[in-house]
């Protein structure tokens, strides 16, 4: 393989992918390559009252921008709203402005605690099942 394999692979793809997310023209795709798209922006919100409901959160976010989706997390057995969720901001602009806004705000009696969503962390040490790589013979 040549030497600038992996990044002319890179290059090819990223078309395909701006195609692929509705970045139709040349120019379109060219600006996708450079960040030139405001993307969607995930803010965590916590300390949320249990009976915050989704429809709650979208007014109250969308006073600072379009609100893209928003997704109260729940227990899996219950039902149960945990106290946190997520809010995605069609803009980076709209996002900050929430962020900066809201964080602290009382709703529902609780002060939330609103920031920028982290990835969740993949943990890659986790087998499929089955024990992993253990051997039966110490």
Excluded: C, H, W
Excluded at 6 to 22: F, Q, S, T
Excluded at 99 to 116: C, F, I, S, W
């Amino acid at each position: 393989m040549p030497r600038d394999g992996p990044r002319l692979r890179k290059e090819r793809i990223k078309p395909v992918v701006g195609r692929l997310l509705g970045f139709g023209t040349a120019g379109e795709q060219a600006l996708a390559r450079k960040g030139g798209f405001d993307m969607a922006k995930k803010i965590y919100v916590g300390n949320m009252n249990y009976n915050t409901s989704e429809d709650t959160l979208r007014q109250l976010f969308a006073q600072y921008g379009e609100v893209v989706s928003v997704n109260v997390i729940t227990d899996r057995y219950t039902g149960r709203a945990k106290g946190f969720g997520f809010v995605e901001m069609a803009t980076e602009d709209a996002a900050r402005s929430a962020m900066t806004a809201l964080n602290g705000k009382e709703v529902d009696g609780r002060q939330l605690k609103v920031n920028e969503a982290n990835e969740k962390p993949r943990d890659s040490n986790r087998s499929a099942g089955g024990g992993g790589n253990r051997s039966r013979y110490y």
